[in-house]
């Protein structure tokens, strides 16, 4: 794959977030939820990477311990090679623009007391991208560039329908000229033809603007069409990574079999078998040992039991976190 | 980019911008119109604000004017609310005594809400220790009884009508506080602020320019209550002698000097009481309709 032979824009090292809980009582031992516990990839710019996983995998934290929007407990976050982790608050705002972040909820994610015109202004004028004359041009640029009508900036979020608040988030992302945006369940939210026409609206400017998306999501067939490589999350850490058609194709940890299995499909003769899961997802204060997905796992061993996988790779561009992944991948598919 | 470097809109930006503003201003006047209860008391309370801008020139006579002569008439159709037991017109110096009595409760009301919002701001943005601080001081200040606390502070600084306001201002602190402390948390958490955040502005711009704004409502509906409280305060502190010192035509003060006479002459107690109740009722009326028409959490 040539996009892996470039240096990354973002990279995750040994990242980790846990989150305190409240002590029981004064002499209960600390408790944590580790959240997103260790993990490390890479973002190559230009490509969309995907990370996809059941709620409360962590996948949602990671993109804000990336954004410094929960200071991370652990780990370390390269942009271009220098660490984000290590900035000063001031020097870190001064950062900002280069990352952004489009959100799930478009009805909390625009102030309701700010037009339109506000929001992008104020953005701009934060960032300082460019002096105050040029922008008027340059907000109704970006109002045609996602497509709302001009006369739009004047409004408040309230007068907007949920695809069109969509958009104006995506144009206030825009405006500070990002390198990296993170879409955070950006159109899971919104029903199916809207999330068509903002996918389609993401994928534009991708194109256009040569953008990196790190696509946060829960839908796989959203996931499908708009990635090149994937990440599945279970309980905090990273369980595979793969090119999207070989992730597709060959998962080859029993989790991501488990999540694939669960895609409806339309084809009558293709009816695949869904795996069924059993039990719940093990809490994140008290993760299971070894590997965290054997208490769910129907091919698990005493070693999974006890030894923790470590995330390998099977071919350059597939790596997985599983002890008996190869033995798995020759078993037929189910 | 790709697209022209001159897309010019073919409507008139401006006049968008005027007409939402327009349309904003024109749905909260209609819910409070519709509310005729917080019509009533839009109406005392202008009623009121009128009479203390023109009470010069409404006033017959000076309120201040002692004519031993004349103490102690009942009204008649000179003295439409009679005499004192100095011979001073009541009608006129209740005229004037509103200026007194609405000054300190908006002031006191102002004093509250500027410590109070700030307080509850950074309590509710910062939170960790920061609230645990903020909060417990509030609770300080809550477990004294309203009365007791102006008390004490009016025994720390002295009578007298500016140390009313500022004691009856502090207790006004925590509600504030605690009203704004608990929107900022709500609105704290909210993606726009995070959206924000991570546009890279500083935590001053965030509080001032995107929380502030979204707070206000509570803030606008609870200083309408309270001054209704504050006036009522202010008005007993100087009852008690410690607030207005004679011989300023503050109401409660009125009031303290008609309880002597309150049976041979009970016109010197009804009528300043009867302009504090009256103002009280105007503003609790409109401030319930205030709430009904910016706070959209309770509505039917």
Redesign the interface.
């Known amino acids: 794959m040539s996009v892996m032979e470039k240096e990354p824009i973002l990279e995750v090292n040994h990242l980790k977030q846990y989150f305190p809980l409240k002590k029981e009582s004064l002499f209960s031992p600390k408790q944590t939820v580790k959240a997103v516990d260790d993990i490390s990839f890479k973002l190559y710019p230009g490509e969309t990477l995907s990370i996809v996983g059941e709620s409360g995998c962590g996948k949602s934290t990671t993109g ?1 311990s990336i ?1 410094r ?1 929960d200071e991370p407990t652990e780990g370390e976050v390269l942009f271009n090679g220098a660490s984000m982790t290590s900035l000063s608050k001031k020097e ?6 280069d ?3 489009i ?3 478009p009805y ?6 700010q ?1 339109i ?1 506000k929001m992008l202004q ?2 701009m004028t ?2 300082n991208v460019m002096p105050k004359k040029q922008m008027e ?1 340059r907000m ?2 970006l109002m ?2 996602v497509g709302l ?3 739009y ?4 979020p309230h ?1 907007f329908s949920g695809g069109q608040r969509q958009r104006i ?1 995506i144009a ?1 992302a825009l405006c ?1 000229n990002p390198k990296v945006i993170i879409c955070d369940e950006a159109v899971s939210a919104l029903d199916v033809s809207i999330q068509a026409q903002i996918i389609n609206l993401l994928k534009r400017m991708q194109r ?2 040569d953008l990196t998306f790190l696509f946060i999501s829960h839908d796989l067939s959203v996931v499908r069409h708009i990635s090149d490589r994937v990440i599945v999350m279970y309980l905090g850490s990273i369980v595979e990574i793969a090119d999207k058609d070989s992730l597709f194709d060959r998962p080859s940890h029993p989790y991501t079999r488990a999540l694939l299995s669960a895609i409806p499909s339309t084809d009558e003769q293709q009816k695949k078998t869904r795996i069924i899961l059993k039990g719940d997802v093990p809490s994140p204060i008290n993760p299971p040992t070894g590997c965290r997905f054997h208490t769910r796992c129907p091919f698990a061993t005493d070693l999974c039991k006890t030894d923790v996988p470590e995330l390998r790779a099977l071919t350059p561009t597939h790596k997985v976190a599983c002890h008996y992944a190869e033995t798995l991948l020759s078993s037929p598919p189910v | ?3 022209k ?5 073919n ?1 008139d ?1 401006a006049k ?2 005027q ?2 503003r327009r349309e ?1 201003w024109q749905s909260f006047r209609r819910v409070m119109t519709q509310n005729k209860a917080a019509m009533a008391g839009a109406i005392i309370i202008a009623a009121y604000f009128l009479i203390m801008l023109v009470a010069p020139v409404l006033a017959p006579y000076d309120p201040f004017e002692i004519s031993l002569e004349d103490k102690l008439t009942p009204p008649s159709a000179d003295h439409w609310m009679g005499t004192d037991d100095k011979g001073r017109d009541i009608l006129s110096r209740i005229l004037y005594g509103s200026r007194l009595s609405i000054g300190v409760g908006v002031a006191s009301v102002a004093f509250g809400a500027f410590f109070g919002i700030i307080l509850g701001l950074i309590a509710g943005y910062y939170g960790k220790w920061v609230d645990t601080i903020v909060s417990r001081l509030l609770d300080v200040m809550l477990a004294f009884p309203g009365i007791l606390l102006a008390l004490a502070i009016i025994s720390a600084l002295g009578p007298g009508l500016v140390n009313v306001t500022i004691a009856v201002g502090v207790f006004s602190i925590p509600l504030f506080a605690r009203i704004v402390r608990g929107s900022t948390m709500e609105v704290k958490q ?3 602020i ?9 935590d001053f ?1 965030i509080i001032v ?2 929380i502030f ?2 707070v206000l409502s509570p803030i606008i509906v609870q200083g309408s209550m309270r001054l209704a409280t504050a006036i009522l305060s202010a008005a007993g502190l100087s009852f008690l002698g410690l607030g207005a010192q004679p011989p300023s035509p503050e109401w409660g003060a009125m009031l303290a000097n008609g309880r002597d006479f309150l049976f041979s002459a009970p016109y010197m107690a009804i009528f300043p009481g009867m302009m504090i109740s009256v103002l009280v009722l105007g503003f609790n009326l409109f401030g319930d309709g205030l709430r009904d028409a910016l706070d959209p959490k309770l509505k039917k």
């Open positions: 804000r954004l929007l870190l705002r001064e950062m900002r623009g990352i952004q972040v959100f799930q909820d909390a994610s625009l102030n309701p007391r037009t015109r104020e953005a934060i960032q041009a109704l640029e045609s560039l009508r001009p006369e900036l004047e409004r408040y007068e988030g206030r500070v256009d603007l | 980019m790709a697209s470097a001159t897309v010019s809109p409507v930006l968008a911008r007409h939402t904003r909210l993606e726009y995070d959206a924000i955040r991570t546009l890279g502005a500083n711009t320019k995107h704004p979204n």
